[in-house]
């Protein structure tokens, strides 16, 4: 359960309700997000606590055991400054290009893996970005009662 930053693990924060698999109904089926939290660790001279954010992504799955295989990939910085997408490492930054699958659902968690290119550093000119990789459970959530499953 981490994120992988070039050659750097970042193991996932498990105790935060920053970090979850959100599934809610949508106009013609489920839709999805999710949000990631990591655990804190040094980059680049710095001690830095990165963050995953993945808006809302229409599907036309009915449960959400249908959800399992489907995948949702952006492949521009404009796509994800639209949707919203970001990456958190000194700011919060749109993604480059990312491929994300649901590999697994089981024991009210989904398994994610996502991989891609973020942009680590917008102040620079030119912008500096990374490739990155996420393969992690997160809590599955889809009402406010779901957060007591999981003592957060």
């Known amino acids: 359960m981490s ?3 070039e050659n750097i693990t970042f193991e996932l924060n498990t105790k935060t309700r920053d970090t979850a698999f959100f599934i809610h109904d949508g ?7 999710m949000d990631c939290t990591f655990r804190e660790g040094a980059y680049d001279g710095c001690e830095i606590t990165p963050y995953f954010c993945i808006n809302s992504i229409e599907t036309t ?4 055991e249908e959800l399992v295989g489907i995948s949702f990939s952006i492949h521009s910085i404009e796509e994800a400054d639209e949707r919203e997408d970001s990456f958190y490492v ?4 749109p993604l480059e290009q990312y ?3 649901i590999l ?3 024991n009210e968690k989904a398994r994610i893996h996502c991989k891609g290119t973020a942009i680590v550093d917008g102040y620079a000119n030119p912008y500096v970005t990374k490739n990155f990789e996420i393969d992690c459970w997160l809590p599955i ?6 957060w007591h499953k999981f003592n957060l």
Do not use: P, R, W
């Open 99 to 101: 491929h994300l699958q």
């Open 61 to 64: 799955a009915v449960t959400k």
């Open 141 to 146: 959530i889809t009402n406010v009662s779901d």
């Open 27 to 33: 106009t013609n089926g489920l839709e999805y997000m």
């Open 104 to 106: 697994e659902i089981k």
């Open 3 to 5: 994120l992988s930053l």
């Open 90 to 93: 000194f700011e919060h930054e």
